[in-house]
């Protein structure tokens, strides 16, 4: 089960979205996952979720911490259920929130796991985690998770970049573009550019077209009932052809594009076919 919770005005600058997501180990093996373009703080209440992931030709495996904190993924990875049931809860930032909390480069935060106990220790984290476990139910978890983005969002001084001008572009644009693009219409100079994107959002604006772009031809290619033109599509998002789009899926999944993917994956199918995840940080994007 995956649901997805709108954030209250007061919080949608920070956050772009709150789910809930349940599974049952009977339900299904492996989950796939693709990058959500935001950066994520998950609340486990229930079991633990391992993950797996391949990063720079090793394998990783592990548990999931309780509490944790990650900034933004440019990996597929795979989520299973250690046990017989897990659930968490978890918040989906906005890109760049974590720089504009700890004003410093987040780039150590892609694809990492940081326990959300220790880098928001100035915040009083504690006593907000404290409260979630000790709370009975989804309503009053909610509750404890609002209260603790509602102080972030009081401490946080805010300052604005081109950035964020630029992650809004590539939005509205749904990553059919070039770095080249950007720099003509922003009049940047690319090492600048890469340089302060890595810095703010925590991946090169490369790396960030990227996933904008392989999520909207993904969540298109999957929602349709009709067959799609592939090579049109892929051309249509300014991939050269559909075997640079074969490419990027190999990278996210590690095999070849299938339509089994999501039919064989419970987890996952809630995940596209609801309010696909994937286009969500698109959609709510607030500068």
């Not at 139910?137 to 998770?145: D, F, I, K, S």
Request: aromatic share 16%.
């Amino acid at each position: 089960m995956y649901r997805q919770i709108q954030a209250p005005q007061s919080l949608q600058k920070i956050v772009c979205f709150f789910y809930i997501m349940e599974h049952q180990k009977k339900d299904g093996s492996l989950q796939n996952l693709l990058p959500s373009n935001t950066e994520i703080m998950g609340w486990q209440y229930d079991g633990k979720w391992r993950v797996k992931f391949y990063d720079k030709a090793k394998n990783e495996n592990f548990l999931l911490p309780d509490f944790y904190t990650t900034g933004q993924q440019t990996l597929g990875y795979n989520l299973s259920v250690e046990g017989e049931s897990a659930g968490i809860m978890g918040a989906a930032l906005q890109p760049g929130t974590l720089w504009q909390i700890f004003k410093k480069p987040v780039a150590d935060f892609k694809n990492s796991i940081h326990l959300t106990y220790d880098i928001f220790k100035a915040f009083n984290a504690n006593y907000y985690l404290n409260e979630y476990t000790l709370a009975g139910n989804e309503t009053h978890r909610l509750e404890v998770m609002i209260a603790f983005y509602e102080q972030l969002m009081s401490a946080i001084q805010w300052k604005n970049d081109i950035v964020f001008d630029v992650v809004n572009f590539i939005f509205k644009q749904k990553g059919a573009l070039k770095v080249a693009d950007i720099l003509e219409i922003y009049r940047l100079n690319e090492k600048y550019l890469q340089r302060n994107f890595k810095k703010i959002i925590g991946t090169t604006a490369s790396e960030f077209i990227r996933n904008v772009r392989f999520a909207n031809v993904f969540t298109q290619l999957s929602l349709s009932e009709k067959e799609q033109n592939k090579e049109f599509l892929a051309m249509l998002y300014n991939y050269y052809d559909f075997s640079h789009f074969q490419k990027d899926y190999q990278y996210y999944f590690r095999n070849l594009p299938s339509k089994q993917l999501i039919t064989r994956f419970l987890l996952f199918r809630e995940l596209v076919e609801k309010d696909p995840y994937l286009l969500q940080s698109q959609k709510n994007f607030e500068r």
